[in-house]
């Protein structure tokens, strides 16, 4: 059975979504499916000055079910950040090319570099990784 993500994070989901393992319902917590999906957040990213947060990810992982939730959270309280999840089985080559080893693996984007990384669900330094940056960030202006 594939894991909705969607249902975790408190939001609706349509007959159509329910087929796909991820989905976003939190409005800063984006499913990227494709390549120009990922570029157009990169972008929007970029051109707003946010960090990206990027949670490669797999719905058969257990790991990656059990910090779903905490994820969607910091989407919400961390507004001023992109979130987004790549399910990495439906981005083989693109998940490679971040030399994913294990699921899930957070990336901490800043103008498409990557800042920081966490492999895991440790969900105590998820939070610690974030609330950093995001402080970081905003002192930095």
Request: net charge negative.
């Amino acid at each position: 059975m594939a894991f909705c993500f969607q249902t975790l994070c408190g939001g609706e989901t349509s007959d159509n979504e329910q087929s796909h393992p991820f989905e976003h319902s939190s409005g800063n917590v984006h499913l990227i499916t494709t390549i120009q999906s990922w570029e157009e957040k990169m972008s929007e990213a970029n051109d707003n000055e946010k960090i990206v947060v990027a949670n490669f990810s797999a719905a058969w992982c257990g790991p990656c079910r059990t910090i779903a939730a905490a994820y969607c959270e910091l989407a919400d309280k961390y507004s001023s950040m992109i979130f987004v999840t790549v399910d990495v089985d439906e981005l083989p080559e693109f998940s490679t090319s971040w030399d994913i080893k294990a699921t899930p693996t957070f990336f901490f984007l800043k103008d498409g570099r990557q800042v920081d990384k966490l492999v895991g669900a440790n969900k105590e330094e998820l939070h610690r990784k974030t609330a950093a940056i995001a402080e970081s960030t905003t002192s930095s202006k």
